[in-house]
């Protein structure tokens, strides 16, 4: 843990994890950039998560202090899907512990499929969805379908969490919210709150590489809030645009990588 890491490898490690925070303020899937990163430096897969969850996690909180005047959502939602978030977190990152690295690399490329095929398409799946419950007799309100949702991204979150904030975009469409400025603030909160409560069994299990983990933190941080800071500026259809090809060029790698 406490291993010599050539400077090479702290300039490589701290600038993709840079770029991993401005992409991750802006679309998600930072962790496509930092984790194989890891990997390439020498770190063995279930520690090279571990230490990219934590580095990642304070990047995301610098991200959402940048769009803290976007995260105007109801305070009912943001408390109930926080702690969903929580939960499904813990649950992630302890089943994480618990499975193969083979595994979880098997199964990378087709998550992340559905979730840019569920982004891309995220429209008329909300028209459809709205005319749907129009015509259900149930009683059960839509923010019970969301937060079933959001606890198994929390729960994928806390397993490995590349694309995790491209499944949040995804899934915040169907809360109504149009502007993905306002999105991009509550994906930056949701992602905090997952991220960070999975921190705490990677410590008890002693996977974390502090070393790594403090020198991305700080490159993480400085691209997320830039980037989130300018993002807020731009035309929010460009943004979805930048959000769809990212999106594509990181499920098309995994597959051919894989």
């Known amino acids: ?72 959502i109801p305070r009912r939602e943001m408390v109930l899907l926080c702690g969903t978030s929580l939960v499904g977190g813990v649950i992630g990152s302890v089943i994480l512990l618990y499975t193969s690295a083979d595994l979880f690399k098997k199964l990378l490329p087709y998550l992340l499929l559905s979730a840019t095929l569920i982004f891309t398409f995220s429209e008329p799946l909300k028209k459809w969805l709205q005319f749907q419950s129009k015509k259900s007799i149930s009683e059960s309100p839509p923010l019970f379908i969301l937060l079933l949702t959001q606890l198994a991204i929390a729960i994928y979150g806390g397993f490995f969490g590349a694309g995790l904030g491209i499944l949040m975009l995804a899934t915040l469409t169907f809360l109504g919210i149009k502007n993905i400025h306002s999105m991009n603030a509550f994906k930056a909160f949701l992602g905090s709150c997952i991220n960070g409560i999975a921190i705490i069994p990677f410590i008890f299990a002693g996977v974390i590489l502090w070393h790594q983990a403090v020198l991305m933190a700080v490159g993480g941080s400085l691209g997320g809030y830039l980037c989130a800071h300018y993002a807020r500026r731009l035309d929010p259809r460009l943004i979805r645009i930048f959000v769809i090809v990212v999106a594509s060029g990181m499920t098309t790698y995994f597959f051919i990588r894989g």
Not at 21 to 37: C, D, E, H, K, Y
């Open 1 to 72: 843990m406490a291993e010599y890491l050539p400077i090479i490898h702290s300039v490589f490690l701290f600038g993709t994890a840079f770029i991993a925070g401005a992409l991750n303020a802006v679309a998600g899937g930072g962790s496509f950039i930092t984790f194989p990163t890891l990997i390439f430096t020498g770190v063995e897969p279930i520690a090279a998560n571990a230490t990219n969850n934590t580095a990642l996690w304070v990047a995301s909180i610098a991200s959402a202090g940048a769009y803290r005047h976007n995260l105007n």
